[in-house]
């Protein structure tokens, strides 16, 4: 079984297509054909359903695909894992993100890691916790930072907390306030309209799971968008939302902490436990843990955000703040 086999096997397969798998490759449909058929007679099962032009994937087949992506991701990393230690003059990093991170966290730590290492590619993927850690788990991606715990326990990934944040609730400047005092409890959202994050969102299953915890159902006023529409629903005064702290105190709109121990979450690192990330993607991970643990250090994180237990000090400088986000949420 050679590479170039399985990489042309996940090409028909993608495509379902022979001639345009091919053309994919950068190979002449002949050559690719007898490869695809090469494999099968040395698995000793046909891989494609040929029926009248129209490809589809045999059981063997079905078996095979994620197999094959996998070991073509780890060559993939290997093959960069050698190119990256030439003082890390070029390469790439893969790392993904949820949404209000790739806002909060990630442009300040990228930015840093730029100056320092200039000639790295950065290639950043915005995503649910759980889509992330699929990418994660294909070798699709060499970091990711995630919302934890894991909703599923997954004994191949290696997960090291990083941030620990509260959530508040949002409500437009112009309106009443959700409540009378200071601060809320869950039960106060009872029967109040909620701006609802789109499914899949980490911060819909949450919310959700908070009101049911209470022992209600959340009612939405609207519900499906992504940060930004959530927040300009709620200046709109279409309802209240609960985001994390460190998306709110950037907006301008009415913020309220729930009472203790409040609602918050912990935001992770996550990476594949049986393949070390490449020495490019360690580099990131450490200029990520040494800016939190120096901005904590400065006093320059949001409120409501504090470095999670066990993360350090480290040499590297910070440079700046989470704090300046010119761009907004």
Do not use: W
């Not at 436990?273 to 580099?283: G, L, M, N, S």
């Amino acid at each position: 079984m050679q590479l170039h086999q399985l990489a042309y096997f996940v090409a028909v397969a993608e495509t379902k297509h022979f001639t345009r798998a091919a053309t994919r490759v950068h190979v002449a449909q002949p050559s690719l054909s007898a490869q695809i058929r090469a494999l099968e007679t040395e698995l000793g099962s046909p891989l494609f359903n040929r029926a009248r032009g129209n490809i589809t994937l045999t059981p063997a087949g079905e078996a095979l695909l994620p197999l094959a992506r996998r070991i073509l991701a780890d060559t993939d990393t290997a093959r960069r894992e050698v190119q990256e230690l030439g003082d890390l003059r070029r390469g790439t990093v893969r790392i993904g993100a949820t949404p209000s991170l790739c806002t909060g966290v990630l442009p300040e730590v990228l930015r840093l890691f730029r100056q320092r290492y200039p000639g790295i590619q950065l290639l950043v993927e915005e995503g649910g916790s759980r889509d992330l850690v699929g990418e994660l788990a294909v070798g699709a991606l060499d970091l990711a930072l995630i919302i934890l715990p894991l909703q599923q326990n997954d004994p191949a990934l290696a997960t090291s907390p990083l941030l620990d944040e509260d959530l508040v609730v949002i409500s437009s400047p112009d309106g009443p306030p959700p409540v009378r005092g200071a601060r809320m409890a869950v039960d106060d959202l009872r029967d109040q309209p909620l701006v609802m994050f789109r499914r899949g969102y980490d911060l819909r299953e949450f919310t959700v799971g908070a009101c049911r915890t209470a022992g209600f159902e959340p009612t939405f006023a609207i519900e499906g968008g992504e940060m930004d529409a959530v927040c300009g629903f709620v200046m709109a005064g279409l309802g209240i939302a609960v985001i994390p702290s460190m998306v709110a105190f950037r907006q301008p709109l009415r913020t309220t902490p729930f009472h203790p121990p409040g609602l918050g979450r912990t935001i992770g690192l996550a990476h594949r436990r049986d393949v070390e990330p490449p020495r490019a993607a360690r580099e990131l991970r450490a200029t990520l843990v040494d800016f939190v643990a120096n901005a904590a250090a400065n006093d320059m994180l949001p409120p409501g955000v504090r470095p999670a237990p066990g993360v350090r000090r480290g040499a590297f400088p910070t440079g700046g703040s989470l704090l300046h986000n010119p761009h907004g949420a």
